[in-house]
């Protein structure tokens, strides 16, 4: 069984002072938790001492975003060893956002995914369709298409040290949900995939999460599901309690 990883992408939210009050409660709450890797991912500006908090803590560390390049003149970009420094260990990549307002492609993708695994960062892969790429009935093609060029040249070995995870654009931050059955379709679909260009073990190793406006009264629905291996949480990360309920909804389905 895969096991259930449950991230907060916090973007463009908290103060340093803010992030650190978060990522002690989360800390403190999560003491119980055994079964359920949980990654936070706070803004840049607070990797470095939110790292000190969860140190030998039971809770991740992951940025938002990275440049493929090691190093050069990228105003305002950040690298992967930049965060390795701060003591991360997790970096989200194609981010819906990502794509939609700062000109991510499914090529830079491919490139920041081979850079992270270069510096033994564990990515976080972001696929999805748009709504009118999903009432259009292309969902498959452009997630399908999104997969495979994200893992372009991405050999047997690293494949197993990513995680997907499926988030329909549609439903991110305006309160729609995919339904449990058309998130389940999606995330076999994905599997398939990755048997596809790998073969059948591998695709039962590599965990799929699900995001778009996953919160405490939709969680257990939607982790109920075969392919589904967790969540990539945003609005309801940025308040310990609804996170934690996200949490301990996946830590009694392992």
């Not at 039971?58 to 440049?67: E, I, R, S, T, Y």
């Not at 490139?111 to 510096?119: D, F, I, P, Y």
Request: proline letters at 3%; hydrophobic letters at 40%.
């Amino acid at each position: 069984m895969r096991t259930k990883v449950i991230a907060g992408n916090w973007k463009m939210h908290k103060t340093n002072q803010e992030a650190l009050k978060l990522v002690k409660a989360i800390k403190l709450k999560s003491l119980d938790i055994r079964k359920t890797k949980i990654i936070v991912c706070p803004p840049s500006t607070a990797l470095s001492e939110t790292a000190l908090i969860l140190k030998e803590s039971n809770v991740h560390l992951g940025a938002q975003n990275m440049h493929w390049e090691e190093q050069g003149a990228f105003t305002g970009e950040i690298s992967a060893k930049m965060i390795k420094s701060t003591g991360a260990t997790f970096v989200i990549i194609g981010h819906s956002e990502r794509r939609q307002f700062f000109g991510e492609t499914n090529e830079t993708v491919n490139l920041k995914l081979k850079t992270a695994l270069a510096n033994y960062l564990n990515p976080i892969i972001c696929v999805g369709e748009t709504l009118e790429q999903r009432e259009s009935g292309i969902t498959n093609d452009i997630v399908g298409n999104q997969v495979k060029n994200a893992l372009e040249s991405i050999s047997m070995e690293d494949i197993i040290k990513v995680i997907l995870a499926y988030e329909p654009v549609w439903a991110i931050g305006t309160g729609r949900t995919a339904s449990p059955e058309q998130a389940q379709e999606v995330h076999s679909f994905i599997r398939n995939i990755l048997s596809e260009l790998y073969d059948r073990t591998v695709s039962e190793i590599v965990p799929i999460q699900y995001g778009g406006s996953v919160k405490p009264e939709n969680a257990a629905e939607l982790l109920q599901q075969q392919d589904i291996d967790g969540a990539l949480v945003g609005g309801a990360c940025l308040e310990a309690d609804s996170f934690l309920a996200i949490i301990k909804a996946a830590e009694k389905l392992v």
